[in-house]
């Protein structure tokens, strides 16, 4: 998800970039419907886009790391 943020430009579609750079790693397409069902879903709920809500998730995960 991170690298997808990173290598986002202005015209580009997020879950465009998103699956390219799933697919770079190696992961399928259900791990993709995976991760952009749960990006979706907290645009939903924080009302916010898409690459917004990703950035959250990965805050979320990277707090749960480091504690």
């Known amino acids: 998800m991170r690298k997808a943020i ?3 430009r202005k015209k580009d579609i997020f879950e465009k ?3 390219r750079e799933m ?3 190696g ?3 259900k791990a993709y419907v995976r991760v ?3 990006i979706r879903e907290r645009a939903r709920k924080d009302k916010v886009d ?3 809500a990703a950035k959250k ?3 979320n995960q ?3 790391h480091d504690g």
């Open 62 to 64: 990277d707090q749960d």
């Open 57 to 59: 998730l990965l805050s």
């Open 36 to 38: 952009i069902g749960d």
């Open 6 to 8: 990173d290598s986002m």
């Open 17 to 19: 970039v998103l699956g």
């Open 27 to 29: 992961l399928d397409y």
């Open 50 to 52: 898409l690459v917004i």
């Open 23 to 25: 697919r770079r790693q």
